[in-house]
């Protein structure tokens, strides 16, 4: 075994690029610009469609975003909207399913949820999660289960989780649809 040198992966990418799929994600009001960052990275490796930054949330350009974006944010669409629930109302009548990354009385675990449509995946502030503003545009909650004390991940790490999760169902449920896939 050995490793594949940066020369050998970029060609890999060039000659036979993976298929975006039907996923956008919402960031709303996550504070960390480094965390903005990660997630354009991971969301660049997943091939979502586009992020929409909305309130608080830090938008390129910024050094710190670059820091661990290394560049994904020059790759990845994005649209700043100030008010999330205007973003996620728009999406829903693109013909999304809107769904929270948030513990709510009615979550589903994550592993349990089987996309049937495209999906608009919501994320929350690092410390008070989703704004309860939102609640009532979404169509259903997912989370990710947690064995110890702390209650959460996080957000970029449960993006992660998540975001290859909402891949895998994708590409299983839309196939080869998604090769021209360019919401």
């Known amino acids: 075994m050995r490793k594949l040198t940066h020369e050998e992966l970029v060609a890999r990418q060039e000659i036979q690029p993976l298929p975006k799929v039907p996923l956008v994600v919402v960031l709303n009001n996550i504070r960390s610009l480094y965390n903005v960052g990660s997630i354009f990275r991971t969301s660049d490796g997943v091939g979502v469609t586009k992020l929409y930054l909305c309130g608080i949330t830090g938008i ?3 050094s710190k975003i670059t820091k661990t974006a290394l560049d ?3 790759t990845v669409p994005w649209e700043y909207g100030k008010n ?3 973003v996620i109302v728009k999406l829903r009548s693109e013909g999304y399913e809107i769904v929270l990354l948030e513990q709510t009385a009615h979550s589903l675990p994550y592993h349990e949820y089987i996309p049937t449509k495209p999906v608009c995946l919501v ?10 503003s939102l609640l009532p545009v979404c ?3 997912i989370e990710i289960e947690m ?7 996080n957000v970029t790490v449960a993006f992660g989780i998540i975001a290859y999760h909402l891949r895998r169902q ?3 449920s839309h196939g080869a649809g998604l090769k021209t896939c360019s919401m």
């Not at 994320?123 to 309860?132: A, K």
């Not at 064995?147 to 991940?153: I, Q």
């Open 60 to 62: 390129p350009p910024s």
């Open 72 to 74: 994904a944010e020059k």
């Open 84 to 86: 999330a629930v205007e």
């Open 123 to 132: 994320l929350g502030n690092e410390i008070s999660g989703i704004c309860d």
């Open 139 to 141: 169509d259903r909650a």
């Open 147 to 153: 064995a110890g004390l702390k209650n959460s991940l």
């Open 170 to 172: 994708l590409l299983q």
